[in-house]
Every structure is written in structure tokens, then in C-alpha cells.
């Protein structure tokens, strides 16, 4: 079983930018899709990117509000997964999680987590 870590979040201003990060322990993300997920105050935590890998190849999935905005990428022998987010809007307010899913054969536009983190809290101010 993997156990999931997220770090990076904090305060910053509306235009700035942040890095997330999801490390694993236990197991080697390279068998797992990874998924960041947020929930913003008062409502449903909500899918923002995902990323699959499998030796050279990589591939990746953005929700439509934050294409071009945001960059997942991965770091294998940290064994960690990256959200760039650049800038950044009040709206993008949330605790941040990652996810780990099992199902790697699965569009990650359909991505659910088996697994998930213990969230950081991003807040950007106006």
C-alpha cells in the first residue's frame, strides 16, 4: 500500500504561483495513475489533473479550468509528483489533495483514487 504526502501550499497573490508536491512511501508511484484533487470550502472536492507513466511515456489529463494554468509532472527517483500552478486566482482557493489509483489502464479523464493524501491548503488572496 502506498501512503501519499502533499507539501507546498501556503499564501500567495492572486497572479503567483505555487508548487505542490506528492510524495510517495511504500511503493513505487510508477504503478499508480496520480490524480490532484481540491475542495474548496462548502463544496464537493473537485478532479483538477492526473498523470500515468510507463518508461518513457507519459501522459497527462487537465480539467478545462486550469489548461494552460497548471503543469503536473513527475520526479521518479524522488518518487514525487509536481503541480506547477501558475497564476493563480482567488477562485483556486482549496485544500489541495493527490490521489493514487490503481486502475492504470483506465482514461485518466475518468480517474478515481484508491489512495489519497492528507491535503495542503493553498489560499490565494486578491
Known amino acids: 500500500q502506498v501512503q501519499l504526502v502533499e507539501s507546498g501550499g501556503g499564501l500567495v497573490q492572486a497572479g503567483g504561483s505555487l508548487r505542490l508536491s506528492c510524495t510517495a512511501s511504500g511503493r513505487t508511484l510508477s504503478s499508480y495513475a496520480i490524480g490532484w484533487f481540491r475542495q474548496a470550502p462548502g463544496k464537493e472536492r473537485e478532479f483538477v489533473a492526473a498523470?500515468?507513466?510507463?518508461?518513457?511515456?507519459?501522459?497527462?489529463y487537465y480539467v478545462d479550468f486550469v489548461k494552460g494554468r497548471f503543469t503536473i509532472s513527475r520526479d521518479d527517483i524522488k518518487n514525487t509528483v509536481y503541480l506547477q500552478m501558475n497564476s493563480l486566482k482567488p477562485e483556486d482557493t482549496a485544500v489541495y489533495y493527490c490521489?493514487?489509483?490503481?486502475?492504470?489502464?483506465?482514461?485518466?479523464?475518468?480517474?478515481?483514487?484508491?489512495?489519497w493524501g492528507q491535503g495542503t491548503q493553498v489560499t490565494v488572496s486578491s
Open positions: 498523470i500515468r507513466w510507463t518508461g518513457a511515456i507519459t501522459i497527462t
Open positions: 490521489g493514487a489509483s490503481v486502475a492504470v489502464g483506465s482514461p485518466l479523464s475518468k480517474f478515481r483514487a484508491d489512495y
